[in-house]
């Protein structure tokens, strides 16, 4: 079964300063996704960025990257340039990766890090 | 931009009674989903919907659950007799396709059993 641990419960920021969170999983998939979420307070969860496990390359949205290490299970997302409205949970989560139907998609999470952007 | 959008946004209900929440999904989307967040632990995967019927379902998703695509457009989550524990929120989620790994969340709905 797989697993994905977030060891930060919370984390703070000041405003325009970068921040890592850390995840880590365990599957013995070689197929798969990896996924950033955010939840603000509004609670929607939002997708911050994706990661397919074949891709060497970091994935990178504006503000946002990744450092994926295949190898060791981790996936960190870092926010460079922090602003306000990154003040949310942030959750850490594995998909595996499969063409059978919709057996593929369930979403395993992790328990997710506070994070506050202080001004 | 398309959404995911669910009703109730917040129900209470006493325990033993039935509780549907519906979903809108995204409407090209073919994969639905629910997710379950007891307040203060983690997402948790209930059921996963294909093709008008079950894909997967997790420990979680017993009798007292069930899920139907009645109309084609809503998604529907039905708990047969509530439990306090049951209290929660519930989020639905859609994906477009197969190859596409990104799930859509709608803005939840939360479950309070008295």
């Known amino acids: 079964a797989q697993t994905v641990t977030q060891s930060q419960p919370e984390m703070s920021v000041q405003e325009a300063e970068t921040v890592t969170l850390s995840c880590t999983y365990d599957t013995s998939e070689s197929n798969y996704y990896l996924f950033w979420y955010k939840q603000p307070p509004s609670r929607q969860m939002i997708l911050v960025i994706r990661?397919?496990?074949?891709?060497?390359q970091n994935a990178t949205e504006n503000r946002f990257s990744v450092n994926f290490q295949k190898a060791a299970k981790s996936f960190s997302l870092k926010i460079s340039d922090s602003q306000l409205g990154d003040t949310a949970m942030y959750f850490c989560a594995f998909m595996k990766h499969g063409i059978r139907g919709g057996s593929q998609g369930n979403l395993i999470f992790g328990k997710g890090t506070k994070l506050s952007v202080k001004p | 931009e398309p959404e995911v959008t669910q009703t109730p946004s917040h129900q209470v209900t006493q325990m033993g009674q039935e509780v549907i929440l519906r979903c809108v999904p995204i409407?090209?989307?073919?994969?639905f989903y629910w997710y379950r967040q007891i307040l203060g632990q983690k997402v948790e995967f209930l059921v996963s919907f294909y093709n008008n019927e079950i894909s997967e379902k997790s420990e979680i998703f017993d009798d007292q659950f069930s899920v139907e695509r009645p109309d084609g457009s809503n998604f529907t989550l039905k708990i047969r007799s509530t439990k306090l524990e049951d209290s929660a929120m519930y989020f639905c989620?859609?994906?477009?396709?197969?190859?596409?790994?990104?799930?859509?969340f709608g803005e939840g709905s939360r479950l309070t059993v008295l």
């Open positions: 990661q397919e496990a074949y891709k060497q």
């Open positions: 409407s090209n989307h073919l994969y």
């Open positions: 989620a859609s994906k477009a396709g197969v190859l596409t790994g990104e799930l859509f």
